[in-house]
């Protein structure tokens, strides 16, 4: 194994053993590192488990966030849309009442009178009353 790397550092983290070269004393003492290697291990397993489990918890909540997150967001897509769309039509609306305002407003435009006008109907007015007239008086000077 290579110096510095992280299998070299596992292995120096274990204890070696030494051989068992006199009966029950280094067995005994072997049995006693092995078990406290064994408890140690177990220890780091169980740790390992409860990181583990947490994280798929945590992994799971996370997964429904963004879940319920896209679902709002499409919801609020579509609200978007849909009052976009309203939004267009009530302007279509308005526009079409606006031409229609305007196209009324021209209209009644042309029925006022300008003063000019009023003048030229009354010079014509005059004209269509006096008409009659000069013609009745006409008539009857010319019966004297």
Wanted: negative net charge.
């Amino acid at each position: 194994m290579v110096a510095g790397t992280p299998a070299a550092e596992k292995m120096e983290s274990i204890p070696m053993l030494a051989p068992q070269l006199s009966g029950s004393t280094s067995a005994h003492m072997s049995d006693t590192e092995l078990h406290k290697l064994l408890i140690s291990e177990k220890m780091r397993c169980e740790n390992h488990r409860t990181n583990y489990e947490t994280l798929k918890t945590e992994h799971s909540r996370l997964q429904a966030d963004f879940m319920r997150s896209q679902n709002e967001c499409k919801q609020q897509s579509a609200e978007r849309q849909n009052t976009q769309e309203k939004f267009q039509l009530l302007l279509a609306e308005l526009r079409g009442e606006l031409l229609d305002k305007t196209r009324e407003v021209e209209e009644l435009k042309l029925q006022v009178l300008s003063p000019q006008r009023l003048d030229l109907l009354k010079i014509q007015l005059q004209q269509e009353v006096e008409a009659p007239m000069r013609e009745h008086f006409r008539k009857l000077n010319d019966v004297r």
